[in-house]
């Protein structure tokens, strides 16, 4: 078969824009960095290092180049006038599915500058202003505990309370001198000593230990932490075994596509629902690094507890029973990790690694790594959340928002990018179960505060639609 090469650089801009667009208008396609003068044809591509999609995509834009081109003669298209289309078309030209479908990973690798769409704002209204840390109280959990002095207890209830009536949020920490001491207890014992070296293994049983702040050991904080990084850090074709399809939610890769006029994130991440146990889609679970599904079942039991003491103090904190956000929740309450990485990015005054949004969860924890770049909106003025080593965020989603009928606040927050460092978190959103319906806590309902809010179910869905559009959902629950 003959090999007609098109001269790509020859071509008049009008012609290569519209070979470019025949090429995105194949939504799977991949772009892949091009060895000068390799050649694309089907046969060749699918049997060398070629993924088979880019062959199927080349074959679609053969046909798609026959109205602008005689290929009659040469159904082989050069790899070479494939990639430079994708980098020098023009930027708009390339749609968000087409953008979603490739890793933001990828493209720094490949030193490409962010495309258009991932633009947020014009260069000239770049806020010049750095972002002030946020003074957002830290809590000591472990004080909930009924062993603590009762005036202690109080303080510690009251000063959760303004932290989500005014933040949204708080931190928690681990108490590290009373879990110090109780390590050194533990490890006189050799086989104890082992169970907390392989912390995974190591079910917290003793109720000294889960009464210590929130209860999670520093050392297992490093080790999720620690696999979260590697996983990141592996070659684009293993992560690629866990690649979710562009809209979907579970697996590796990007948000789904967002509705037209909303820019994207600058970001690549894991999705994975981890509770209720029927739920999870475990072929997205990663086999690589090796402990990562230890790990992740192991942090879903801590999380599990977490929930459990967050939400009977948050409950105790407005002098309501115990266990009244738990029994809204339900038994079946969803756990759901989303795994970030937000790679450098060379114009962090434009792009954004998430743009604002609330989230729709009853609440979020968060484990930041030590790179700054979480931020919450309060009285119109961003705040840079403090990195705390060992310490989790908890920030309220506006299903809280509409059980406390309208006390806690569901802040609006984002995510800035950063030229010289990447930064990983990972986020477990913790959403009532399916279908149950959540509303105000009666007990928060007076002649001062009228019902704000109406009873909702599957709240999420709503939420989600309105992210797409780059809007919040509230207001949909409001009276
Ligand atoms: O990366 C972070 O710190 C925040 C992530 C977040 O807001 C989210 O995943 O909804
Ligand atoms: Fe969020």
Known sequence: MPVKFIDYEVMDKGARDDIALCLHLCTKISPIPAQSGTVLDSEIACTRELPSQVAESAAYAADQLNALFDTSNFPVILLELYYPAVNMASPSILPANVLLSRRVQEMVINGEEPESLYICRDEK???DVPSPLAPI???????FSSSTLSTKREEELQKLKSALCSWGCFQCHMNTVRYQEIRDAVTDSANEYVKIRQPYYFLIKSTEMEAIGHGIPSSFLDEIRQVTTEFFEQPMDEKKKYSKGVEDVQGYGGDPTPEEGQFLDWQDRLFLTSYPEYLRDTKFWPESPKSFRNVLEYYTTKMRMVTELVSKSMAKSLQLEENCFLNQFGERAALQVRFNYYPCCQKPEIVLGLK?????????IILQDDVEGLQ???EEHWFTVPTIPNALLVL???????MTNGMFKSPVHRVVTNKEKERTSIAVFYTPEKHKEIGPEDGLVNEERPRLFKKVKDYDITHWEYYQRGRRALHT???
């Open 356 to 364: 604002p949004h609330a989230d729709g969860t009853g609440y979020t």
């Open 396 to 402: 309220m989603g506006d299903q809280m928002e509409i």
């Open 376 to 378: 919450v909106l309060k």
């Open 125 to 127: 209204e770049d806020e």
């Open 137 to 143: 109280p830290i809590i000591d959990l472990s004080l």
């Open 477 to 479: 629950a409001e009276i």
